[in-house]
């Protein structure tokens, strides 16, 4: 997602604390998201995931709207656009697929999906709690902008399977929602996980420059 815990400037130690309480919590909700998906896919099979950890995942990544207000209030610097994309996309997938279509979930691109999700915001929202707390772990700050080179289209083509799956069994709900779906998936998905992941890769030229730039003033 996108840098949804970077204050804006110096914060107060009220909010800097609140922040560090908000990833702190995020990531242990996270953890257990992927903790369980991976446990139930090794010891039961994918199709048992849904009911392991779905309705769980579905509060934590609703947790995840507070992201929208904090970059709406100024709490964070993060673009608002790209942060209401990524929560809305994850919003519609939660709750507007596997939540009315649960059988959905019993495919292997939930699972994959989880996985993707699970693992960016443990490293995400660990990498700010700590960066926020004084402290900045290399192999955490190098996860946090590399490994989505892997996760995001993991993540992004899990997501488009499952909206996919899910334009036949809408009909049974309305052909309006099918309609929807499918023109969600096919002209809407693309050019925002095109939007996303571009943005991810400025965010990392950014920090990768400022560290250069810092290590070169560090021996000069």
């Given amino acids: 997602m996108a840098d949804a815990a970077k204050p804006v400037k110096k914060s107060s130690p009220v909010k800097n604390g609140y922040l560090i309480l908000y990833n702190a919590v995020s990531a242990i909700l996270w953890l257990t998201v992927l903790g369980r998906v991976v446990g139930v896919n090794v010891l039961k099979g994918h199709q048992l995931a849904y009911p392991a950890v779905g309705e769980f995942c579905k509060w934590t990544q609703t947790l995840a709207g507070m992201e929208v207000l904090h970059s709406l209030l100024g709490i964070v610097r993060a673009p608002f656009f790209t ?20 059988q959905l979930a019993r495919s292997p691109a939930y699972s994959t999906m989880l996985v993707a999700w699970g693992t960016t915001e443990v490293v995400r929202y ?12 290399a192999a955490l700050h190098w996860l946090r902008y590399h490994a989505f080179f892997v ?24 052909p309006l929602y099918s309609t929807l779906l499918f023109g969600y998936v096919v002209l809407v998905y693309p050019p925002s996980a095109y939007i996303l992941y571009t943005h991810m890769m400025t965010q990392r030229r950014k920090v990768l420059r400022a560290a250069k730039a810092q290590n070169q003033k560090a021996t000069q």
Avoid at 88 to 95: C, D, G, K, P, T
Avoid at 126 to 137: C, D, N, Q, V
Avoid at 154 to 168: D, F, K, R, T, Y
């Fill in 126 to 137: 660990s990498y700010f709690a700590l960066t926020l707390s004084g402290r900045r772990p």
């Fill in 151 to 174: 996760l995001y289209p993991l993540g992004i083509s899990s997501e488009a399977i499952l909206i996919w799956n899910a334009v036949e069994p809408a009909k049974g709900l309305h």
């Fill in 83 to 102: 942060t209401f994309m990524q929560v809305f996309s994850r919003y519609a997938i939660v709750w507007g697929v596997t939540g009315l279509f649960p």
